[in-house]
């Protein structure tokens, strides 16, 4: 029983900090597009557009700064961490998005 319980409590912290590495990729990607002038939501909507509003996106868009504030986010690292949680095709726009920057805004 001690050990079943020790179990579930591993298998909960590893979920928690799953979800929370996940909130920071929301949040990087989040960050980037406010950074450069662009809609987060307009973005993973084109990725994902069979799917309706993504709530995590929505509550972790809240923690986003302006950019004045904001510390520049290279674009690989943006297509990085977008890949490392299997978000590929959300990946392939925010690409084709930077192809469409100005070029002193990438």
């Not at 993504?54 to 986010?73: C, F, M, Q, W, Y």
């Amino acid at each position: 029983m001690v050990e079943d319980n020790r179990s579930k409590q591993l298998e909960e912290a590893i979920i928690e900090n799953y979800k929370q590495e996940e909130d920071m990729m929301i949040l990087v990607f989040a960050q980037w597009c406010i950074n450069h002038g662009l809609e987060p939501e307009e973005l993973y909507r084109a990725a994902y557009p069979q799917q309706d509003s993504n709530e995590r996106l929505l509550r972790v868009r809240k923690l986003t700064v302006s950019r004045e504030e904001a510390g520049d986010i290279p674009l690989d690292t943006v297509l990085g961490v977008l890949s490392m949680f299997g978000n590929e095709d959300l990946a392939m726009v925010v690409a084709e998005a930077a192809a469409q920057l100005p070029q002193e805004r990438k």
